[in-house]
């Protein structure tokens, strides 16, 4: 297989797309970890440590 100038510019652009594609992901990922921080914070506090404190006393009670 011979590389023309042609099929240069077709890899370079696979690799522009494959790049940006990247840039994108990390980019989106960025903004769900920090929108699942939040989202985790609130649940936590709004959801699982009640929900711990009721397990908590419950099993307190059946252990007197």
């Known amino acids: 297989m011979t590389i023309t100038i042609d099929?240069?510019?077709i890899l370079l652009?696979?690799?522009c797309v494959l790049g940006f594609g990247g840039y994108l992901g990390?980019?989106?990922?960025?903004?769900?970890?920090?929108a699942s921080k939040n989202?985790?914070?609130w649940l936590a506090?709004?959801?699982i440590w009640p929900?711990?404190?009721?397990v908590k006393?419950?099993?307190q009670k059946w252990t007197k």
């Open 7 to 9: 099929s240069i510019w």
């Open 13 to 15: 652009g696979i690799a």
């Open 26 to 34: 990390v980019y989106w990922a960025v903004h769900f970890i920090l």
């Open 39 to 41: 989202i985790g914070f």
């Open 45 to 47: 506090d709004k959801i």
């Open 51 to 54: 929900l711990y404190l009721k």
């Open 57 to 59: 006393a419950w099993g």
